[in-house]
């Protein structure tokens, strides 16, 4: 069995993962306005619904949050009706909006197993797909004291024994890791700019996260960067840069990361 998992920058923080034949998309389904970031393109929109190009293998859908930046339920809802998948991963229907609600009860009708979540900070929630592939749930806070009370759904999964950890829009609040992630070696850790910016995200970061690899995502590609959010990044990295710590940038489209067990590149 080939160990090797494909991360590819589709847009913003959305990322596609492949992984022996099994396609992942997080926060890949948006083309909403409004935002200073970057949108999935109506092109990569139109592949999703066919199954072709990048998202030939495409298995589960996974959302941290419903916000026009990562995840637009109108979109999904076209797509779950154009051809078949294995799962959605979606923000707890509660709080969330009557486009989210038609598309679970859509789901639901063509028997998508749906997960509805928007966990509590610190609950964890453990789903095991198959041997080789678990998805654990972290629930968070957005960041932000405007949006202290979003809920944002980390996304830990272990694909054959590799854990990658996509944080969204997570805020930099140790308690909401520390016993998630007890003894949980991390492969990579996927945060965004702001997180990787604060003090109090390098710490998590340290002696928390401590990945192989930490990769900063959630970046305008660079005909969108009106905040400069690339120069702080870089600026950023040669602050922070460990000998023992990886670090990569997903600002570029199409752009890949390949992990096994014994590499990063």
């Known amino acids: 069995m080939d160990d090797f998992i494909k991360i590819t920058l589709v847009a913003n923080a959305g990322v596609h993962v492949e992984y022996n034949g099994l396609g992942i998309l997080v926060d890949g389904v948006h083309h909403e306005e409004g935002h200073p970031f970057s949108q999935v393109s109506k092109t990569d929109l139109q592949h999703i619904k066919n199954g072709t190009d990048l ?36 923000p707890g229907e509660l709080d969330g909006s009557s486009d989210l609600a038609l598309l679970l ?7 998508i197993p749906c997960w509805s979540l928007g966990l509590d900070p610190g609950e964890v929630e453990r789903v095991e797909l198959a041997d ?35 944080t969204g829009d997570a805020d930099y609040v140790a308690e ?15 945060v965004n700019p702001i997180f990787y910016h604060n003090p109090n995200g390098q710490e998590i ?17 660079e005909q969108d960067d009106t905040m400069q959010l690339n120069f702080m990044v870089n600026r950023d990295i040669k602050r922070y840069e460990r000998p023992d710590i990886q670090t990569h ?14 590499s990063i590149k």
């Open 55 to 90: 998202f030939k293998n495409l298995d589960y859908f996974l959302f941290t949050h419903e916000h026009p930046d990562h995840f637009t339920p109108q979109y999904l809802l076209e797509i779950i009706q154009s051809r078949s998948f294995k799962g959605l991963f979606l």
């Open 105 to 111: 009860k859509q789901a639901r009708s063509i028997s």
């Open 132 to 166: 080789d592939l678990i998805v654990t749930v972290i629930g968070s806070e957005h960041m932000g004291p405007q949006y202290k009370n979003i809920r944002n759904d980390c996304f830990l999964l272990t694909l054959n024994g590799i854990n990658l950890l996509f």
């Open 176 to 190: 909401y890791y520390v016993k998630a992630l007890f003894e949980v070696p991390l492969d990579a850790v996927f």
């Open 205 to 221: 970061i340290n002696k928390i996260f401590r990945p192989r690899a930490t990769v900063i995502y959630h970046m305008p590609l």
């Open 249 to 262: 940038i997903l600002s570029e489209k199409k752009r890949s990361i390949t992990l096994s067990a014994s």
